[in-house]
């Protein structure tokens, strides 16, 4: 293996018909190659078709008095990078244990990886899915590959060294085999749960805040690690409080407040909420902004934060820009630029969460 | 349809194992305070021919060989409500419940891995000890103990049971803790109900016949099973995971 590789070896085979020989692809991605983010290409466009990998119908979770989240819907097709975003405290993590079969639901369905939920299936949906929690839970006086080893008895895995070693591989870790887990940083810890979820080579993978505490470097090896796993096809859950993480490799998003908020493509969000906005600077603020802009059919409605910088919302951008630079140039005014205006998934996050008067993500 | 695996037990058994023994201070724990029960009952057989005009030795060897009982009671409990709480503290048991193991297995390994530590040494004490009386003791003393079937019953019939008691309880206690030392301290008062047991047999209240060690061992045996059962009830996914009882 290459020095410095990310590594991924997948079997390609899933649930009970495990095979000792690794027969399925073999994928080599140098240390920091780019992160590209979803394109239309991506398998997920292949998986919307068929049966979804993760189908919710109304969940709801009360502790007593307290409602963790209530009536979320949502599907996730197969080989989707799917974001769930929110607040603390807004259901996320809660979510994710109920769709894991750790915590039962107040009332509502989901199907998971085609079982449906119930704690009678919940044997046979852990055996098809991977959770990684926030914190990776690892045996301190175990090394690397001993906690491995404990979890591929557990999953009753005939070939577990060969996973174990893939699985270390795919995650830059096999020097460190041998090494203690109390003894790893914080980040060499998140890696090893990583590795862990990986060897079941599950067909969803619940990845709870996979970067938190990672370097950017090694941030950087779990997005390439992601993005490698969703071109083979496994559908990744992953819930994160990295807005910029989430645009990068998420198909789509939801927002989840307790109740679910939104959920669509990063772009789409954008689209919904702030429309087409167009940013206009002259040198010189315009003498009557208000007046001019009156006078411009394309323009719904605009708004100026500094001078000489106007933020114009309008039907089409394609066809409205030409009529705003000849109308500007026609008034006299020296136009600097005119672009399009770009907003982030944060700022989707921050007026929806604001919108339920929550302030802050966190 | 899950059924229940012996290989998932046998990994958690080998897992506590290999997690005690790099943990030393678990290791010399577990090895003195068994050989800190052998002390008393070692002194005691010796002092016995020392008293003269002893009309049945049977009745000064009582009380120490009972004690010997006090090491499968005491002992377990510590580590058995660390098996919760602990991988709970420690983070690790959420990703241990993700996986494919079973309730069942899950008690079952953690039960085991306490109840094999605790017996080996119980028995190699009681081997000690033994064997100490068959060398050293006078033929007097001996015979007393050796002619006593019931408290050889009682020796190895009750120990498996009152261990299996104490893990009951620590495990049950280990569920419903939110922190190990509470769990701990808690955990140890499983080995009253034994300590009062071995006092009712040892000061006469009731006399250890035979037939007495078989029909305690009876009782216990439904006790352990009852115990057993609760802390089955209690080990759900959800109550692991959150600390506190499932709600709807």
Same mark, same amino acid.
């Given at each position: 293996m290459v020095h410095g590789a990310l590594q991924l070896v997948?079997?390609?085979?899933?649930?009970?018909?495990?095979?000792?020989?690794?027969?399925?692809?073999?994928?080599?991605?140098?240390?920091?190659?780019?992160?590209?983010?979803?394109?239309?290409?991506?398998?997920?466009?292949?998986?919307?078709?068929?049966?979804?990998?993760? /189908?919710?119908?109304?969940?709801?979770?009360?502790?007593?008095?307290?409602?963790? $989240?209530?009536?979320?819907?949502?599907?996730?097709?197969?080989?989707?990078?799917?974001?769930?975003?929110?607040?603390?405290?807004?259901?996320?993590?809660?979510?994710?244990?109920?769709?894991?079969?750790?915590?039962?639901?107040?009332?509502?369905?989901?199907?998971?990886?085609?079982?449906?939920? &119930?704690? =009678?299936?919940?044997?046979?949906?852990?055996?098809?899915?991977?959770?990684?929690?926030? @914190?990776?839970?690892? $045996?301190?006086?175990?090394?690397?590959?001993?906690?491995?080893?404990?979890? %591929?008895?557990?999953?009753?895995?005939?070939? %577990?060294?060969?996973?174990?070693?893939?699985?270390?591989?795919? /995650?830059?870790?096999?020097?460190?085999?041998?090494?203690?887990?109390?003894?790893?940083?914080?980040?060499?810890?998140?890696?090893?749960?990583?590795?862990?979820?990986?060897?079941?080579?599950?067909?969803?993978?619940?990845?709870?805040?996979?970067?938190?505490?990672?370097?950017?470097?090694? %941030?950087?090896?779990?997005?390439?690690?992601?993005? &490698?796993?969703? %071109?083979?096809? /496994?559908?990744?859950?992953?819930?994160?409080?990295?807005?910029?993480?989430?645009?990068?490799?998420?198909?789509? /998003?939801?927002?989840?407040?307790?109740?679910?908020?939104?959920?669509?493509?990063?772009?789409?969000?954008?689209?919904?909420?702030?429309? @087409?906005?167009?940013?206009?600077?002259?040198?010189?603020?315009?003498?009557?902004?208000?007046?001019?802009?009156?006078?411009?059919?394309?323009?719904?409605?605009?708004?100026? @934060?500094?001078?000489?910088? $106007? =933020?114009?919302?309008?039907?089409?951008?394609?066809?409205?820009?030409?009529?705003?630079?000849?109308?500007?140039?026609?008034?006299?005014?020296?136009?600097?630029?005119?672009?399009?205006?770009?907003? &982030?998934? =944060?700022?989707? $996050?921050?007026?929806?969460?604001?919108?339920?008067?929550?302030?802050?993500?966190? | 349809m899950n059924t229940f695996s012996s290989a998932r037990l046998m990994a958690v058994i080998r897992k506590e194992m290999r997690d005690y023994r790099r943990k030393r201070s678990i290791v010399v724990t577990m090895l003195i305070l068994p050989f800190m029960f052998l002390i008393e009952p070692v002194v005691a057989i010796f002092v016995v021919p020392a008293s003269s005009g002893v009309s049945d030795p049977r009745n000064y060897v009582i009380l120490p060989v009972l004690y010997l009982l006090l090491i499968p009671s005491i002992m377990p409990s510590t580590l058995a409500a660390f098996t919760v709480v602990g991988e709970r503290e420690q983070g690790t048991l959420e990703p241990l419940l993700t996986t494919p193991i079973s309730q069942q297995e899950f008690i079952a390994g953690k039960g085991a891995a306490v109840l094999i530590p605790t017996m080996a040494l119980t028995y190699g004490v009681y081997g000690l000890f033994l064997l100490a009386v068959e060398v050293f003791a006078k033929s007097v003393v001996s015979s007393a103990i050796f002619g006593q079937g019931s408290l050889l019953v009682a020796l190895i019939l009750m120990a498996p049971l009152l261990a299996s008691w104490s893990i009951a309880v620590g495990m049950a206690v280990s569920v419903r803790a939110t922190e190990i030392r509470v769990a701990q301290q808690l955990g140890a008062l499983a080995s009253i109900p034994p300590v009062l047991l071995i006092l009712i047999l040892a000061v006469g209240v009731i006399h250890p016949t035979l037939a007495v060690a078989l029909i305690f061992s009876i009782i216990l045996l439904g006790v352990d099973v009852r115990a057993i059962r609760i802390v089955a009830k209690m080990m759900n996914r959800e109550r692991l995971v959150t600390g506190s009882k499932p709600s709807r």
């Open positions: 997948h079997t390609g085979i899933k649930g009970s018909e495990r095979s000792t020989a690794p027969g399925g692809f073999l994928l080599t991605i140098e240390r920091g190659t780019a992160v590209h983010p979803p394109s239309a290409s991506s398998t997920f466009e292949a998986g919307v078709k068929g049966e979804p990998a993760l /189908v919710v119908r109304h969940l709801t979770k009360r502790f007593g008095d307290r409602t963790a $989240y209530a009536d979320v819907s949502f599907e996730v097709a197969h080989g989707e990078v799917f974001g769930f975003l929110g607040p603390n405290g807004a259901g996320k993590t809660t979510t994710v244990r109920t769709l894991g079969t750790l915590i039962a639901p107040s009332s509502g369905t989901a199907i998971v990886a085609g079982i449906p939920l &119930s704690v =009678e299936n919940g044997v046979e949906i852990r055996q098809r899915i991977g959770i990684m929690p926030e @914190n990776p839970g690892l $045996y301190d006086r175990l090394s690397v590959t001993e906690n491995l080893e404990y979890f %591929a008895a557990l999953y009753g895995f005939r070939d %577990a060294h060969v996973r174990i070693n893939d699985a270390l591989d795919a /995650v830059n870790l096999a020097d460190r085999a041998q090494d203690l887990c109390g003894g790893l940083s914080k980040g060499l810890r998140q890696r090893v749960g990583l590795a862990r979820t990986l060897m079941s080579d599950p067909q969803i993978m619940f990845l709870d805040e996979p970067t938190s505490g990672l370097d950017p470097v090694a %941030a950087l090896e779990v997005h390439t690690l992601i993005n &490698s796993l969703r %071109a083979k096809g /496994v559908t990744i859950f992953l819930t994160t409080h990295r807005l910029d993480e989430a645009e990068k490799l998420c198909d789509r /998003v939801a927002i989840l407040n307790t109740k679910l908020r939104t959920v669509g493509r990063p772009a789409d969000l954008r689209a919904q909420l702030f429309h @087409n906005t167009l940013r206009v600077r002259t040198r010189t603020p315009l003498a009557n902004p208000g007046a001019f802009f009156a006078t411009l059919a394309s323009i719904n409605e605009w708004h100026s @934060n500094e001078p000489g910088t $106007y =933020e114009l919302e309008v039907a089409d951008v394609q066809s409205a820009a030409p009529d705003i630079v000849r109308g500007l140039v026609g008034e006299g005014a020296d136009v600097i630029s005119v672009g399009e205006s770009a907003h &982030s998934l =944060e700022d989707v $996050y921050l007026a929806l969460i604001d919108d339920d008067g929550n302030g802050t993500a966190s | -």
